[in-house]
């Protein structure tokens, strides 16, 4: 009976420990730099935000996954001999970074960190075109409409943050900064009658972190 009293102890203390290691919350911020670039218009919303787990690890290191939400958009005008055209794209982008971050001793009751890690990136959506076209033989005129389902290729970056975390021993906040560079835009798109449009390469953030321990 002594010796499974303390198994049952061991376990139930390497729970407690595992759980207490273990940060859940949200994290959500703004872009500060451009939008979609082109001769189309930017109409993208400047949010992400989305739910984050991070796991405290030995020497001052810690490991932070994310799943984070933001959406796209823009519109764009053509017209050439015999149509004109107005092209309204609408896409949903899902990051899932994750970094190890390394915490320097507090200063002021403040924990700053910095991170380093691997940013996958999946982008889909869809554009609705609307316009009219010009018969040349006969000179009439017809509305035209349609809406097309987009699944672009995956992309991937290396995130770089920067911060401080404050609270207390069962919650915590934790403004940053972050930057991505992205291997390449997934927005990369000639519409022809010189409309394109392109999305950035280099992107920074400003979050802003809560989670419970």
Not at 157 to 176: A, D, M, T, Y
């Amino acid at each position: 009976m002594r010796v499974r009293s303390v198994l049952v102890f061991l376990v139930l203390g390497a729970h407690l420990a595992i759980a207490q290691s273990v940060a859940v919350g949200v994290l959500g911020g703004i872009r500060a730099t451009d939008d979609v670039s082109g001769t189309l218009n930017p109409e993208s919303p400047r949010y992400i935000v989305g739910p984050k787990v991070e796991l405290r690890l030995p020497l001052h290191l810690s490991l932070e996954v994310d799943a984070l939400y933001r959406d796209i958009g823009f519109t764009g005008y053509s017209q050439s001999c015999c149509s004109s055209s107005i092209t309204r794209g609408r896409d949903t982008s899902w990051e899932f970074p994750i970094q190890v971050k390394y915490h320097f001793p507090s200063v002021a009751r403040l924990h700053p960190f910095v991170g380093i890690g691997y940013d996958p990136r999946v982008v889909s959506g869809h554009d609705t075109v609307f316009g009219t076209m010009e018969n040349l033989q006969t000179g009439a005129i017809s509305g035209v409409s349609g809406q097309n389902n987009l699944s672009y290729p995956g992309t991937h970056g290396l995130v770089v943050s920067g911060g401080v975390e404050f609270g207390s021993r069962h919650f915590s906040f934790s403004p940053e900064l972050r930057y991505v560079l992205w291997n390449a835009p997934f927005l990369n798109e000639d519409l022809g009658y010189g409309y394109r449009y392109t999305s950035p390469q280099n992107e920074l953030f400003v979050m802003l972190g809560f989670a419970l321990r």
